[in-house]
C-alpha cells in the first residue's frame, strides 16, 4: 500500500518531539516547567458553559455549512467594533483556525504553487501548504534583526511566477512581532501590485501591548479580493478546545470555493458554534484584563532573558511567544539534556527548539521559542531554570 | 488571483441545489416534507448532555491529537463486543467522518491514484477524492440489479496501475445495500491480492433490518495493513452536529502519516469527544428501538413506492435511505416542478435527484434518493405526495 507523496513531505509536529523524553523526566519525579506549548492557563470566560447548558434543542443536528447565523453575526460585530464591516456571506465559520487554513489552500494552490512566509513561522504551515500540493518561500529572519520581515526588497526576491499568496501570523507566533502600519502598508501594496492573496492569520489580534490599535489586513479597502484573514476563537478567549475558527473574506470567487470544502465536510460541530458566539459577548474589559496579565509576563520573560549573558532577543510586542538565541551550541541537545541530566531541587524547564519553525535548513539551531503561558510566579521559577540550565550545559559541554 | 484546479474540480452539493426554490415555496407557504437530507428526527441519548454538564475544567483546553483516552477506550470497547479489538494506537478521532475521509485521501492519494467506488455513491466522496488530486473509478450498478456492486469482473474491470483503493459506504449511502458476507468476501480478496487500501465508510453500521450480523471491513485478520475502517457518532446515535469520527486501521505506516494531519490541526473539539464517549454507554436496547423504529420507516417506503406504477425499486436492507428510478423524464425537473408548480392542500415533497450520486454522466436522471429519516405519519404523506406528483407530473408533461 502506498503513502502520497505529499504526506511523505510532511512531519510530525516539531513540538512533540521531546514529548517522550518528557514522560520519563515525570516518572523520575521530574517537575516540569511547560513553556513549550500555546495551551494558556488564562480561565475560559463561563458564557461558554452557560450557553451550553441553557441549549435545549434533544436533537443534536447539523449546523448549516457556511456556520451558524448567531457565531456570524457575532463575528460580524466584533469586527463593527474594529470599525470594518463584513457580510454575512464573507464569514465562513470553520473547524478552528487550522480547518480554516487546510481548506484555504487546497483552494488556492496548486502542485509547485508558492506561498511567501517570513521564517521562523507557525510549523503547521509545513502541513497546510505541503498536503495542497504547494511550497513555503521563506523570508528568511533573524534574532539580531528582532524578527521583522516586512521590507519591499525581501518581498521582490522571494516572489517568482509561482507565487500565489504571502502569509503571515500577526501578531507573531513565535517571534511576537506586531507589523507596523507602515510594514502592513508594505505587505498590502506588494500583494496588490503582484495580484497575491494576502493571508493574515490574527488569531492573536488582542494581544499586544504597546497600546497600538487592533490592525488587520482587512483595513485596507483596494485589498477587497486579495485579502482573506484567518480568525479563531482558540486564543483570544482561551478556548482552544473548542475547535471554532473562521476564514474571512470579501472575494466571491474564493468563497464559492471554500464553500465547497465547507459543504463537503457538512457542518461544524453545533454546541461549541452556539457557546463561541457567547463568548463575543465579553466586553473590552475582558481583553484589557487578560492583556494586562499576559503584558506582565512578556515584562518577566524579556527581563529575565536580558539578564542571561549572551542571549540575543529583542522586545516582542504582541501574542505571548518570543524567540531568542542562546548561547549554545544546539538548542535541540540542549533541551534534551535539560530532560535527561539536569534539575534544580527536582524542577526543570522545557521550551520549543528554534529549528522546527524554520524552513531554511540550518536555520534557528541555537534559537527558542518561549511561550509565556504560566502564572507569574512559575515563569519567573521557569526562567531562572533556563538561566541556571544555559550555565551548567556550558560548564559540561565544552 | 487563482483558484486551484483541485478546487474548480469540485462542486458544490447536489444536495443544497434546490434549496433557493425551497425557500420560495416556504416563502409562499408551502409545507415541505424534506426526505431529501440524511438528518434523523431521533432524539441524541441524553447523556451526551449530560456528560457537558458535568465538565469541571474552567479552561477549555487542547485535547490531545489523536484523540481523548475517554473516547478512543469506549470505541475500543464498542468493537470489542462485535468481537474484534483494536489498540489504542489503532483509533484515531477525528472531527466527523468527513475528517476522516479528508486526511486518509490526502495520506494516500497522488496526483492521477484511482480509487474505486460502486456508483451510486455519497457525492461529497467527490471533493475529498479531487482535492487530494485522485480520481474516481466507478463501479456502476443499475436499480434493476438492486444497485448490488461486489462482484469479481466488475472489480477487475475497474482496476489498474493507478488504483490506491476501494472504498464504499456499508450499509450504503443512498443506496441501503448490505454487503452479504460472500460480497465483503469478494472485496476482501481482491484487496488483498492487489494490495489495495479497502476502505469501509461504516457509520450506519448499526442501521440493517434482516436480523444479519453486524459487518465490518475490519473482521479478516489478513487484511491488517490494507483495512480502514470510517467511524462517526453522526448516524449511530442521532448526534449529526457532534462531529465526531474516527479512522480505524492496523496499518502502522498510515497510522504514523495520518498523524501528521492530526498533529497539524492540533486537536478534535475537547467537549464533544467528552461527551461522545458518554454516548456509547447506551444499551443494546437503544440500538433495537431505533432499528425497530427505521425499519417500520423502510417498510411503509418500500411499500408505497411499490404502489406507485412504473417505478423500479428493490428492497433496501440498510442505512436509511433507498434510491428509485421513477417514471418521469428527468428527476431534476420533476423536482423544480414539485416545489415550483404542485402542492396537494398546500403541501409538497423534496427528496435528492439521482445525477449527483454518479460520477458517469447521463447515469441517475430519472433516479431519486430517499432518506426515511421522517415520523411514520409525516412518512406516509410524503410518499403519498409523491404518488400524486408523478401522476400529474406526466399529465402535464407528455
Redesign the interface.
Known amino acids: 500500500?502506498?503513502?502520497?507523496?505529499?504526506?511523505?513531505a510532511?512531519?510530525?509536529?516539531p513540538m512533540?518531539k521531546f514529548h517522550p523524553y518528557a514522560v520519563e523526566a515525570k516518572a523520575k519525579g521530574k517537575k516540569i516547567y511547560h513553556l513549550n506549548i500555546g495551551?494558556?492557563?488564562?480561565?475560559?470566560p463561563?458564557n461558554?458553559?452557560y450557553a451550553?447548558?441553557n441549549?435545549d434543542n434533544?436533537?443534536?443536528?447539523?449546523?448549516a455549512?457556511p456556520g451558524m447565523p448567531v457565531l456570524i453575526n457575532a463575528i460580524q460585530h466584533y469586527y463593527d467594533k474594529l470599525g470594518i464591516h463584513y457580510e454575512e456571506n464573507e464569514i465562513l465559520i470553520t473547524?478552528?483556525g487550522?480547518?480554516a487554513l487546510?481548506m484555504l489552500m487546497?483552494?488556492?494552490?496548486?502542485?509547485g504553487?508558492e506561498v511567501i512566509i517570513p521564517e521562523p513561522f507557525y510549523p503547521?504551515y509545513?502541513?497546510?501548504v505541503k498536503?495542497?500540493?504547494g511550497v513555503i518561500r521563506p523570508i528568511t529572519t533573524t534574532p539580531e534583526g528582532g524578527y521583522r520581515y516586512a521590507f519591499r526588497e525581501k518581498l521582490e526576491e522571494a516572489y517568482n511566477e509561482n507565487t500565489?499568496a504571502i502569509m503571515f501570523t500577526n501578531p507573531g507566533n513565535p517571534t511576537g512581532v506586531v507589523l507596523t502600519p507602515e510594514e502592513l502598508r508594505t505587505i498590502a501594496d506588494f500583494a496588490k501590485e503582484h495580484?497575491?492573496?494576502v493571508i493574515g492569520d490574527e488569531v492573536y489580534r488582542e494581544f499586544v501591548y504597546g497600546g497600538e490599535n487592533l490592525a488587520t489586513i482587512g483595513q485596507f479597502p483596494e485589498l477587497a479580493?486579495?485579502a482573506v484573514i484567518i480568525d479563531s476563537v482558540s486564543k483570544r478567549f482561551?478556548?482552544?478546545?473548542?475547535?471554532i475558527g473562521a476564514i474571512i473574506t470579501r472575494?466571491k470567487?474564493?468563497q464559492?470555493?471554500l464553500?465547497?470544502?465547507c459543504?463537503?465536510?457538512?457542518?461544524?460541530?453545533?454546541?461549541?458554534q452556539v457557546a463561541s458566539a457567547a463568548l463575543y459577548r465579553v466586553g473590552p474589559d475582558y481583553f484589557e484584563k487578560v492583556r494586562k496579565e499576559y503584558k506582565l509576563r512578556r515584562d518577566t520573560c524579556y527581563k529575565k532573558l536580558l539578564e542571561i549573558p549572551g542571549v540575543v532577543v529583542k522586545e516582542p510586542q504582541g501574542a505571548f511567544y518570543m524567540m531568542a538565541a542562546l548561547p549554545v551550541d544546539n538548542a535541540d541537545s540542549f533541551q534534551k539534556w535539560l530532560l535527561t541530566d539536569f534539575d534544580d531541587n527536582g524542577d526543570t524547564v522545557m521550551f520549543a527548539p528554534g529549528e522546527g519553525f524554520y524552513a531554511t535548513p540550518g536555520r534557528g539551531l541555537n534559537e527558542i521559542r518561549i511561550a509565556y503561558v504560566l502564572k507569574q510566579q512559575d515563569l519567573e521559577r521557569a526562567m531562572d531554570l533556563l538561566a541556571l540550565g544555559i550555565k551548567k550545559y556550558n560548564e559540561t559541554h565544552k
Chains 1, 2 share one sequence.
Open positions: 500500500m502506498k503513502i502520497s507523496q505529499k504526506a511523505q510532511c512531519n510530525l509536529s512533540r495551551q494558556p492557563d488564562i480561565e475560559t463561563p461558554y458553559y451550553i447548558q441549549f434533544p436533537v443534536l443536528e447539523y449546523a455549512s473547524t478552528g487550522s480547518e487546510q487546497l483552494s488556492i494552490l496548486d502542485e504553487s503547521n509545513n502541513t497546510f498536503s495542497a500540493g500565489r495580484e497575491l492573496y479580493d486579495n482561551s478556548a482552544c478546545g473548542a475547535r472575494n470567487e474564493l464559492q470555493n464553500l465547497k470544502f459543504q463537503a465536510r457538512l457542518s461544524v460541530a453545533t454546541l461549541d
